[in-house]
């Protein structure tokens, strides 16, 4: 009887020190497939990313392609070679006209001799359409975006340590790479947020692309020097719209520990460590 009941304690005893080691496997189960399950959530958040520039680069070469067709101009019809009108039996025929005779080498001309044509001059470029990529402060980030996902794949945001530290190490100089070869002369039409002063009297103006129906084409910064920027000081920024000329860049910015956007910097974020903004330089801004 004793022996029964210090079994049954002891299997009592057993069980009240397995159950916690086993909620706690299962609570470590339960993380790891939550942890996974978030992954999995960030990664198709890139590819739709991904996926949504390359829908508004096509949409840009469609538009672009509508664009040159209405100014192609139609080619007009030849005409057709009139018939020769027969000659008339009752009318005269005209005489045929005589050659005047070799000018004499020796004796001066009578009329001055023609002058030489000059080289002809240069034909103007035909009119250059931007390039898809440049058409709009979005446009630019959402190229970066692709090519980012193109030259790395899935080692961008990858959770293997070793294919991670790899897309980092690769990342800097990739950044430069991309950074060089992402500038070009543009001319947008924007609305101007606020502007603040900086060094050597040059003004930093916030402003948002638009297209022509008034939409908005992502932020840009616009920087102002010179007369161009004693032109627009202490002058009313907020609301205005504006025609922008000048050299658009990329300023590109890693953050090793930035796996997703930002609050209130969606539009900024490319992919992991990595983010975006657009400046014009050597700009000019027109009403």
């Known amino acids: 009887m004793i022996m029964t009941r210090a079994i049954t304690l002891l299997f009592a005893a057993i069980a009240m020190l397995g159950a916690p080691h086993a909620a706690a496997q299962v609570d470590n189960d339960l993380q790891r497939q939550i942890d996974a399950l978030k992954e999995q959530v960030r990664r198709k958040d890139i590819d739709l990313q991904v996926l949504a520039a390359k829908v508004t680069d096509l949409e840009a070469r469609l538009a672009d392609c509508e664009r040159k067709g209405e ?12 018939d ?7 009318q005269p025929t005209p005489p045929e006209p005589i050659e005047p005779s ?5 004796m001066p ?5 023609p002058v030489a044509p000059g080289a002809p001059s240069e034909r103007a470029p035909a009119d250059q359409a931007t390039p898809p990529d440049f058409v709009s402060p979005e446009a630019m980030l959402n190229a970066v975006r692709i090519r980012l996902r193109e030259d790395f794949g899935t080692r961008a945001g990858s959770s293997d340590p070793k294919e991670r530290a790899t897309y980092q190490r690769e990342l800097k100089s ?5 950074a060089r070869s992402m ?5 947008w039409s924007v609305r101007l947020v606020e502007a603040t002063s900086a060094r050597s009297g040059r003004i930093l103006i916030q402003a948002v692309a638009l297209d022509e129906a008034g939409r908005e084409l992502g932020p840009c910064t616009i920087e102002l020097a010179g007369a161009a920027a004693k032109s627009w000081r202490g002058a009313t920024i907020a609301g205005r719209r504006a025609s922008l000329r000048g050299l658009a860049t990329l300023e590109l910015t890693i953050d090793l520990d930035q796996q997703e956007a930002r609050p209130f910097r969606n539009d900024r974020f490319l992919g992991p460590c990595l983010e975006g903004r657009v400046i014009v330089t050597q700009a ?3 009403t």
């Open 174 to 178: 990739w950044t430069a790479t991309t």
């Open 109 to 113: 001309p009578t009329e001055p001799a």
């Open 284 to 286: 000019v801004l027109s």
């Open 102 to 106: 070799p000018a004499d080498p020796l």
């Open 71 to 82: 100014q192609a101009p139609e080619p007009m019809p030849e005409p057709a070679p009139a």
């Open 84 to 90: 020769a009108p027969a000659p008339d039996p009752l």
């Open 183 to 187: 500038r070009r002369e543009v001319s």
